[in-house]
């Protein structure tokens, strides 16, 4: 059996869209209440989406229809936000803008998905106007959008590996090359522990990116025997659904932080 790659330090845990799939937040996902949730059963780290309404107001929310979540229909990015306001995600709890949530968690960390270019335009702008450039982790599948956002906030806020840098820590030979390959851009690898056939998350993955200084979190894992492996490899970090669920876990590990239940 390999040697257990070491962490780079505590194990990071993530509450997905706020804890979605908790028993107490079905159907309420990316709403304040479900961050403010999480922020009181200890989560500091909170996961989100973000998308523009058509008159420019960021939102903290997924899908680019209102129909899933919502008791709405349209797109997002082809709705005004007077209209977007009167939503309620499960019938209950209005979409927030992510202005508002970042003055109503002052302590909380987001890690956010940029869903459009538009997006990360406005976050970009709402960083500089907040001064809040280290609250937040920036990702996207989108290689576009990830390089318009790096390129925007000049180094100011960290971002995540795009598929491609992510591929060169999981398939180089060393974590020094592919450090050198993404030119020092990647705070962090965030990854699905398999996609498709492929296992996404190996013991090497997790070495090399060690190796390079770098953090390796996985989503979305709601298994507690999923977390037990995973965190066995030395991930860094677990974005859950099941917030209880990982955070039984790491209390059972001793690495859940001291102080963190509210």
Do not use: C
Not at 119 to 131: H, K, S, V, Y
Not at 199 to 206: A, D, I, Q
């Amino acid at each position: 059996m390999p040697a257990r790659p070491r962490p780079l330090g505590p194990v990071l845990a993530f509450a997905h869209r706020g804890g979605a799939a908790h028993p107490d937040l079905l159907g309420l996902e990316n709403t304040l209440a479900a961050f403010q949730h999480a922020w009181d059963l200890g989560y500091t780290h909170l996961e989100t989406d973000v998308h523009a309404t058509a008159d420019g107001v960021l939102l903290a929310f997924h899908d680019a229809v209102l129909d899933r979540v919502t008791d709405r229909t349209g797109r997002v990015d082809r709705t005004p936000y007077d209209v977007v306001r009167q939503a309620r995600v499960g019938g209950r709890e209005p979409v927030p803008t992510f202005a508002a949530l970042l003055h109503a968690l002052p302590g909380a960390t987001f890690n956010v998905d940029l869903k459009s270019a538009r997006a990360g335009a406005l976050l970009a702008d709402l960083l500089d106007a907040e001064q809040a450039w280290d609250r937040v982790l920036v990702g996207s599948f989108s290689i576009t959008r990830t390089a318009a956002f790096r390129r925007r906030t000049r180094g100011r806020v960290r971002t995540a590996a795009t598929p491609p840098e992510a591929a060169a820590f999981r398939m180089l030979p060393s974590g020094r090359l592919a450090r050198l390959l993404t030119r020092g851009r990647v705070a962090a690898v965030q990854v699905p522990r398999r996609r498709g056939p492929l296992t996404v998350v190996t013991p090497g993955l997790v070495r090399r990116a060690h190796a390079a200084g770098v953090p390796v979190h996985v989503w979305t894992v709601d298994d507690p025997d999923e977390m037990r492996t995973l965190l066995d490899l030395g991930v860094d970090g677990l974005f859950t659904d099941r917030t209880d669920v990982l955070r039984d876990v790491l209390h059972e590990r001793g690495a859940w932080p001291t102080g963190a239940v509210r």
